[in-house]
């Protein structure tokens, strides 16, 4: 099972370290740029879709051959902050009534799920997406929703994590790709990767 884990200052790919000359979104930048590319939406994108975007294309390099185009794979993400990064740049907008100006371009990136629709649109999967906002990171409620979306018998596999964003400075995503029988996936394992250093 291939898993990713990105922190403010650093990047493991299964356990690997992927070296990098930043921190923060310019190691995101960075990292598009030396090892994606070509998806020149990326930087209208806001900080929150930008982690989620790039833990899932470094976590599907490592499928061979990566699939795309299909109906059988979801994407269900979680964390705790929504879409606070973004309200509090929208909230700038509207705040001051002598120069209000509400940026739709902002405020489309206040609602969460928009960055699983990013990694869909991008892959072209027609599955089930699912953004839950929790309280704080709990391993068995993510082990939980995801074990139930395989009652779909639609869904093949999903693409699942942590993906919390509070700052351009402050953020953190743990993702991994599960099928409905692997037998490593488990809250003890789901666990292991977020607290991975």
Sequence with gaps: MNWVRI???SIKINGTTLPTNHCGMEMLKEVYKQLIGGYPKFFKMDALC????????????QESPRITDTERRAVILFNRSSSLCDDRSYQTTIQDTEKF??????????????VTGEISIRNKYYG?????????????????????SFLDSMTNDVITGWVDCESDDDFEASMILVGPNDPDFNPDFINEIYKHN
Aim: glycine share 2%; proline share 6%.
């Design 7 to 9: 922190r403010k200052d």
């Design 50 to 61: 930008r982690l989620g975007f790039i833990a899932s294309e470094l976590l599907l390099q």
């Design 101 to 114: 100006f509400p940026s739709p371009a902002v405020f489309v990136y206040t609602l969460p799920n928009i």
């Design 128 to 148: 089930e997406t699912l953004f839950c906002v929790l309280d704080k990171f709990n391993a068995n409620e993510i082990f939980q929703v995801v074990k139930e």
